[in-house]
């Protein structure tokens, strides 16, 4: 019984990578830098911020790291986000040019 027990622990479920995609607001490519560092942690292995779009793409290891813990992590940095509404603090200390206008959040 201990062996199969350990024999199912080990079992890997396969890919534990996933892209998505999900919404930032933003103004400029200092805000690009900021979002994108934002994600520089363990179990994000690409991140990109589009300006035009203001879609955040995300590629990141699912047993290190989930894609709500990834928008926090954005929504502490200042900004706005599908999920987050932006930390005020972190806000107010963004330079004017990523000042973007701020929309009522909505709970989904």
Not at 52 to 74: G, R
Not at 85 to 103: F, I, N, P, T, V
Request: hydrophobic share 30%.
């Amino acid at each position: 019984m201990f062996f199969s027990l350990v024999v199912t622990s080990c079992k890997t479920t396969g890919n534990s990578e996933k892209t998505a995609s999900f919404k930032v607001w933003g103004n400029c490519e200092k805000c690009k830098t900021t979002i994108e560092s934002s994600c520089n942690v363990d179990g994000v292995v690409e991140k990109n911020w589009n300006v035009e779009s203001t879609l955040m793409t995300v590629k990141f290891d699912t047993t290190k790291i989930t894609l709500d813990h990834i928008q926090e992590l954005v929504a502490k940095a200042g900004y706005d986000n599908d999920a987050y509404y932006g930390d005020d603090y972190a806000y107010g200390k963004l330079e004017s040019c990523c000042q973007y206008d701020r929309k009522p959040f909505e709970l989904k």
